[in-house]
């Protein structure tokens, strides 16, 4: 158990709506990174917060948003969505603003299914 | 901007055998080079990492990897599979200056026959 915590596990939905992901980052943690994998894309990095604010932002789409709260859990936002959406989606929180400085721990993924 | 390349999807081994996942990266500065693991329906795990501080690196469970500057490469090997290293494994690479962002391979999957 890594202490991550992602909800929801399994999200089954409809092209065109729009969903939430949460993370909850370990005990202690100021970074959240948020990773798409997919069997045609591999893992992508989309975005980090590090304390409140987005530090870091890779390949996310306009219709991908995310925000870090002051308790320091993190939501991914997905709208519009799309067949090609369909992915499991990774929470990883660490102490540090980079992953140079220290271990990034994953959560187990929240798998998207858009039908 | 840094990548790195996994040669190989999948890799079997027998147990007991020796593993060996190939892993090639490209950055323009020092890299930082890591190894990951995942077990089915689990997040990943690290398993070890290159800081520049000594070139063989050990990590968990027996694995070890060894940075090749004139190689360009991080191959990470473990002497005798076990069955439970059965998984799949990710290198990746993140560097001063490069935002942020752990870059990840494509994934070596391995399988361990009896």
């Known amino acids: 158990d890594s202490g991550v915590t992602q909800t929801p596990k399994h999200l089954i939905t409809a092209t065109g709506q729009r969903v939430t992901l949460r993370c909850s980052p370990r005990?202690?943690?100021?970074?959240v990174y948020w990773y798409q994998q997919s069997l045609d894309q591999g893992l992508q990095f989309l975005i980090q917060y590090y304390n409140g604010e987005e530090r870091a932002k890779g390949n996310i789409l306009e219709r991908f948003s995310a925000q870090q709260f002051p308790d320091l859990h993190s939501e991914l936002n997905l709208s519009s969505l799309e067949l090609g959406d369909s992915a499991l989606y990774f929470c990883?929180?660490?102490?540090?603003?980079?992953?140079?400085?220290?271990?990034?721990?994953f959560g187990e993924g929240s798998r998207l299914t858009v039908l | 901007a840094q990548s790195v390349t996994q040669l190989g999807s999948h890799v079997s081994v027998s147990e007991g055998a020796l593993v060996l996942l190939r892993c090639n990266y490209s950055s323009s500065v020092p890299p930082y080079l890591f190894w990951y693991v995942q077990y089915p329906n689990q997040g990943l795990q690290l398993l070890l990492k290159?800081?520049?501080?000594?070139?063989l690196v050990k990590g968990i469970n027996g694995f070890e990897a060894e940075f090749k500057k004139s190689e360009t490469s991080f191959h990470l090997t473990k002497p005798s599979a076990h069955m439970s290293d059965a998984a799949e494994y990710f290198c990746a690479v993140s560097a001063t200056g490069g935002g942020n962002k752990l870059t990840f391979g494509t994934g070596t999957q391995l399988k361990v026959e009896l």
């Open positions: 990883a929180s660490s102490v540090f603003n980079s992953p140079i400085a220290g271990e990034l721990f």
């Open positions: 005990s202690g943690d100021l970074s």
């Open positions: 290159y800081t520049s501080a000594a070139t």
